[in-house]
């Protein structure tokens, strides 16, 4: 079954799947278009050649083909014969074969490896949902031309607001005088599983309350209008955005009074209902339709008292007869909240759909209809798919706690659409199987694909316009090239993700499962001539040597334990990071991996080995040897003697000007300053080496009698479980000390390492009391983070600690800048706390 107001998933989910998310716990009808942000398949190839079209291209190189996101095939981009006037009259254009929920599109210049120049500083959208009628893409406020690119490389997405169904979509490039211009796309959104392609209803009406007036029209309808009644388009009714109790406030930011509802005056309307005409692509059986509508009483809007439908099978076939009745019982609607209302339809064949929704008081106020519908496409599955043991599930009933209207109709029809119900739950159970078995299989081909020193990592990404930048300097990572199919924010890929894993952007780095199930160094897949690439092998340490002290943490593939190694001048294989006094055990920490871990987590595991092996710095734990000629497979890194730097910290307070009042511990400022710098040290070579650490935090650095060192225990210890924010159950990110791109777009970079390093240092200075942004909810700093996007003033700072001077937070603040490329660099870090912040005290 699907949801006429559709339902997040990646273009290979089948409609049917709607129905068990539908019939699972919360039995939730409407889609949040928030998640549904999947790359539609232009820059992982999923889209076809013949599906991508041009009015003209210069030549067989910049043809239509080549303008795929982030890809370089041919001259590096679509470029259209010629030059593009201001008018725009080329275009660009995708053919996504069914109709599509668009959320924002991704446009980029043609770069060719640093030689191309051409790019669209805007341009224009028309779309389609038959390719007869092509519609102009307006924002809310009636503006029809869309900012581009800056330059030929970076990825500028565009949040689309209002969102569009549609099939086939065009790119117009503009420009403000006769130029040359080359463009490369991408398309993000989903399925539009319920195949709704236009209702027709009267124009909505404007209520006047004192001293405002509250316009109640349909603003975004993509259709005609005509004697008072708009047809042939979709607009808010289908939009997914539910309105609130209090209509004249609105969830979109500079709209008017009212725009969440669509709203009529019985007066006005001259009569006692509000018809409504639902068209769909195909004939569908329908079992719900939620209606959701405001019941503001006080100020004469109520829900309606009744709906009466009439169902059309065919365009061309005669209404049903008689109309299907469902009254709503009124007496339980006295709270004045808004509120869906659940109308059982009773399985009846439609492809056109009429409702007369009766007034209960002057006004009638709806924000979304949806239906919980299946096509008539599945209804031809063969019956011997069917496994008899689930004939005895019944079908999901209505969600819970929603008024439910009262079918005057005869019971057989209801019978009807259970046993119909039923069938088309025991195909879904199949397609399931299917469907599932059919993804593992593609994604065992695509992970065998990838080459032993290379993984990738997919994102996800937000709304409004987001930059991604694929050019490198010495301070930076090398390029991300991105393949868009959902999170960490971008969709189709390779590997292909299930579809709970928005996958949006794609970066070449190597991120290895390790102990810990998602291991903290990621680097580029370094080349030979790479410092450290020829680093000799690691000694091998006999087991007996280890002598077990404590259990420090674990992760989803192994653990990590706190060991000594009494003798350590016994073995002569050993290298030392430092000097040990005679007699004195060696403190260090044991990674185990299980024996029963997959074969991807040994690869990765000695991956592991083989990058911090490279990793030789006075401010980097080390690596000192290994136990991998039996399982379990054993990596040792020295261990510092004071644990790590937040549970050090969090024991003391801090050094008062006029000395010690108790016998707490004590830490000076200039104490912290030395930490802090030594930190930035680890962190500078890190950076020299384009190492991205991507979980910089006082937790993942261990403190010594006179050394700070970087390491990365914290993810496996269940004592910082509350730091990392679980995404439907998969990845653990450290969101709260995480860049605003990484929370949005997975784009991890050593400017992401940078905005860490402010929270690290934030911490540091607050002598670990509290958690950072400790008042605000994981969801609540995952909005933050699309504050920082947005960049409407309205984004939350972590406040200046009370020890901190202002110059030394404005180098925070400076590491928390939402352009990643004018945050300073590690270097810049160092020697400003070296030389500069022990002057600010």
């Known amino acids: 079954m699907a949801l006429t107001t559709l339902r997040v998933f990646p273009v290979a989910v089948v409609t049917i799947l709607a129905v068990l998310a539908s019939s699972a716990e919360e039995h939730e009808w409407h889609f949040d278009p928030a998640q549904c942000r999947y790359a539609l398949g232009m820059e992982d190839g999923t889209i076809p050649d013949s599906d991508i079209t041009a009015s003209s291209a210069w030549s067989d190189s910049t043809e239509a083909k080549h303008g795929r996101l982030s890809t370089g095939e041919g001259d590096g981009a679509w470029c259209p014969l010629g030059s593009v006037f201001p008018s725009g009259s080329e275009y660009l254009q995708i053919d996504l074969r069914r109709l599509h929920f668009l959320a924002l599109v991704g446009t980029q210049g043609r770069h060719a490896d640093g030689h191309g120049q051409e790019f669209a500083r805007s341009y224009r959208l028309r779309y389609s949902r038959d390719g007869e009628k092509w519609i102009t893409w307006k924002d809310r406020w009636g503006q029809d031309v869309v900012s581009g690119n800056e330059n030929t490389y970076d990825v500028v997405l565009k949040d689309l607001g209002p969102p569009i169904v549609a099939r086939m979509v065009r790119f117009y490039p503009l420009a403000d005088r006769v130029m040359s211009v080359c463009l490369r796309v991408e398309l993000y959104g989903c399925l539009w599983n319920d195949g709704l392609k236009a209702y027709t ?5 404007v209520m006047q309350l004192p001293g405002m007036s509250v316009y109640l029209n349909d603003s975004t ?16 009714l289908c939009d997914g955005v539910l309105g609130g109790d209090d209509f004249t406030k609105t969830k979109e930011l500079r709209v008017w009074p009212g725009y969440d509802y669509l709203g009529w005056s019985r007066e006005a309307l001259g009569q006692g209902s509000v018809d409504i005409e639902f068209h769909f692509e195909k004939p569908r059986v329908f079992h719900h339709m939620q209606v959701h509508s405001n019941n503001r009483h006080t100020q004469g809007v109520r829900v309606f008292s009744k709906v009466e439908c009439l169902f059309k099978p065919g365009i061309l076939q005669p209404w049903s007869s008689p109309a299907l009745t469902l009254p709503v019982p009124l007496e339980d609607l006295k709270d004045p909240s808004s509120r869906p209302i659940s109308l059982p339809l009773g399985g009846r064949l439609a492809q056109i759909l009429r409702c007369k929704f009766y007034f209960a008081d002057r006004w009638l106020l709806i924000s979304e209809i949806s239906f919980l519908s299946v096509s008539t496409t599945f209804l031809l599955m063969p019956s011997s798919f069917v496994h008899p043991s689930l004939l005895q599930n019944p079908p999901p009933p209505p969600p819970a706690g929603l008024p439910v209207a009262k079918d005057d109709s005869s019971n057989t029809a209801i019978l009807i659409g259970c046993l119909v119900g039923i069938i088309l739950l025991l195909l879904a159970v ?38 991604i930048n694929n050019t490198h300097t010495q301070d930076e990572p090398p390029p991300y090239p991105g393949s868009p199919p959902y999170p960490s924010l971008s969709p189709p890929v390779s590997p292909p993700m299930p579809p ?41 340490l006999p087991r007996q040597c280890l002598i077990f002290k404590e259990k420090l943490g674990e992760g989803q593939f192994g653990e990590v334990h706190l060991c000594e190694i009494e003798s350590p001048q016994d073995l002569p294989t050993l290298e030392f990071p430092f000097n040990v006094r005679k007699g004195r055990p060696l403190l260090v920490a044991v990674k185990i991996l299980r024996p029963d871990a997959s074969k991807n987590a040994r690869n990765d595991f000695l991956k592991e080995v083989k990058i911090l092996s490279r990793l030789k ?3 980097i734990i080390r690596l000192l040897g290994v136990c991998v000629s039996s399982d379990p497979l054993c990596m040792v890194t020295e261990y510092m003697e004071c644990g790590d730097l937040n549970q050090y910290l969090s024991q003391r307070v801090l050094l008062d000007k006029t000395g010690p009042s108790h016998n707490t511990p004590t830490i000076s400022y200039p104490a912290l300053i030395s930490m802090a710098s030594q930190i930035a040290s680890g962190m500078k070579f ?32 269940n004592l910082y479980a509350g730091d990392y924010y679980r995404i439907q159950g998969r990845a653990v990110l450290p969101i ?67 020890v901190c001077p202002q110059g030394l937070y404005e180098l925070m603040l400076s590491c928390w800048n939402r352009d990643c490329k004018v945050r300073p660099s590690f270097a810049y870090i160092h020697s400003f706390l070296t030389e500069d912040a022990m002057n600010m005290v």
């Not at 970066?507 to 903290?520: C, E, K, R, Y």
């Not at 935090?697 to 009698?705: H, P, Q, S, W, Y």
Request: proline share 5%; with cysteine; hydrophobic share 40%.
């Open 736 to 802: 709260r000390w995480m860049a605003w791109e990484c929370i949005l777009m997975g784009k991890f970079t050593t400017a992401s390492d940078v905005w860490a390093f402010g929270v690290t240092l934030w911490e540091m200075l607050s002598v670990c009391q509290e958690q950072p942004y400790s008042t605000l909810t994981d969801e609540q700093v995952i909005d933050n983070a699309g504050e920082f996007f947005r960049d409407q003033g309205r984004q939350v700072y972590l406040s200046r600690p009370a």
């Open 221 to 236: 309808y993509d259709g005609s209008t005509e004697q008072g009644i708009q047809f042939g388009g979709l607009g808010q």
């Open 500 to 540: 709970s894993v928005p996958h949006y952007a794609e970066a070449d780095i190597v991120s290895l499962q390790g102990v810990s199930g998602n291991n903290t160094y990621a680097v580029p897949a370094l080349a030979s001539s790479s410092p450290g690439a020829d680093a000799a092998p690691l000694p091998e």
């Open 617 to 619: 710095d006075p401010n």
């Open 686 to 717: 890190l950076s020299s080496l384009n190492f991205v650490h991507r979980d910089l935090a006082t937790r993942n650095c261990l403190v010594g009698e006179r050394h700070i060192k970087i390491a990365d225990f914290g993810m496996s210890r």
């Open 201 to 205: 209803a009267p124009v909505g009406h």
């Open 430 to 467: 199949i397609v399931v199987i299917l469907w599932r078995q059919y993804w593992k299989k593609l994604l065992g081909k695509a992970q065998g694909s990838l080459s032993s020193d290379e993984l990738r990592v997919h994102l996800s990404v937000p709304s409004d316009n987001v930059v």
